[in-house]
């Protein structure tokens, strides 16, 4: 199963790397990919969607809801 977050404040590689790395920490995550162009991260796995959005606003960014 994949999911899809809106994320708002990434803009170079460096937050591409720090959201990757924060979501790849959540449990249930196989494997977490972000798009800088789309604003977008695409998560394998099963995790819970709030530990996704705690994550990424712990690592400092926005998740946009939808
Ligand atoms: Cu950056």
Redo the contacts with the bound molecule.
């Keep these: 199963m994949s999911t899809i977050i809106n994320i708002a404040g990434?803009?170079?590689n460096?937050?591409k790397m720090a959201v990757e790395k924060a979501l790849k920490a959540v449990p249930g995550v196989k494997s977490a990919q972000v798009d800088l162009e789309k604003g977008q991260a695409v998560i394998e796995g099963a995790p819970q969607r709030e530990n996704l959005v705690k994550a990424i606003e712990e690592a400092g960014y926005e998740v946009v809801s939808q």
Aim: charged letters at 0%; proline letters at 0%; glycine letters at 0%.
């Design positions: 990434m803009s170079c460096h937050c």
